[in-house]
């Protein structure tokens, strides 16, 4: 198991900036994917954005440029930093790990889940 503990959710105003943090315990020794996803009142979740071990990264296209993802491998903690926010990235963000991973836009790739942290952003 990999216990996975999100922060940093909170109401921010449009083109305001919020950063994520998602905190992994357990068994950290193991080199795996990590990514967010987001599920908004009333629709799917969907992914976000990913990374993995060695730093490689991939975002959706509605927050390419506007979000970064990263991680401290040594810290066992990855983060989402969210710029230029906008009302439909209103949503509770969750973190996902994952080991072996087929398609890390995917849910069903990852194993493990957080609780999820609420970002609100109002016009």
């Known amino acids: 198991q990999v216990p996975l503990v999100e922060s940093g959710g909170g109401l921010v105003q449009a083109g305001d900036s919020l950063r994520v943090s998602c905190a992994a315990s357990?068994?950290?020794?193991?080199?795996?994917?990590m990514g967010w996803f987001r599920q908004a009142p009333g629709k799917e979740r969907e992914f976000v954005a990913a990374?993995?071990?060695?730093?490689?990264?991939y975002y959706a296209d509605s927050v390419k440029g506007r979000f970064t993802i990263s991680r401290d491998n040594g810290m066992n903690t990855m983060y989402l930093q969210m710029n230029s926010l906008k009302p439909e990235d209103t949503a509770i963000y969750y973190c996902?790990?994952?080991?072996?991973?087929?398609?890390?836009?995917?849910?069903?790739?990852?194993?493990?889940w957080g609780r999820g942290t609420q970002v609100t952003v109002s016009s």
């Open positions: 357990g068994r950290t020794n193991r080199r795996y994917v």
């Open positions: 990374i993995t071990w060695i730093g490689n990264t």
């Open positions: 996902a790990a994952a080991y072996y991973v087929e398609n890390v836009k995917v849910d069903g790739s990852y194993d493990y």
